[in-house]
């Protein structure tokens, strides 16, 4: 089981933001802004690559949800970020997006 499968499954505790039968939104544990929150399905979906007809419904909840996540953190300007693959950062095998904002941030990303 992953690190986010467990946190999901509660037996890993962390700062629930929000959570319905399809997602679960935590404060990241080494935040890189005033907001950083992690968004998960509660299904386990290993990266963007592993995304199909069957289980982008999760995917789509996530996006639904996250303009009343950010506005649950007193933020309307925020970036979405995700990482797919061992070169571009992802350490959790586990579809997982970062919502970040509560500062300004520039146009680029690295």
């Not at 997602?23 to 890189?32: G, S, W």
């Amino acid at each position: 089981m992953c690190l986010f499968c467990k946190i999901i499954a509660g037996n890993i505790p962390s700062t629930k933001i929000y959570e319905d039968n399809n997602i679960l939104a935590f404060k990241d544990i080494a935040p890189v802004a005033p907001v950083h929150i992690i968004i998960v399905p509660k299904v386990h979906i290993e990266s963007a690559n592993n995304v199909t007809d069957e289980n982008s419904k999760y995917v789509a909840a996530i996006f639904e949800k996250i303009p009343e996540i950010a506005k649950s953190q007193g933020i309307d300007s925020y970036r979405i970020i995700n990482n797919c693959g061992e070169d571009a950062g992802q350490t959790v095998k586990h579809l997982h997006f970062h919502l970040i904002g509560g500062v300004k941030m520039g146009e680029k990303i690295i």
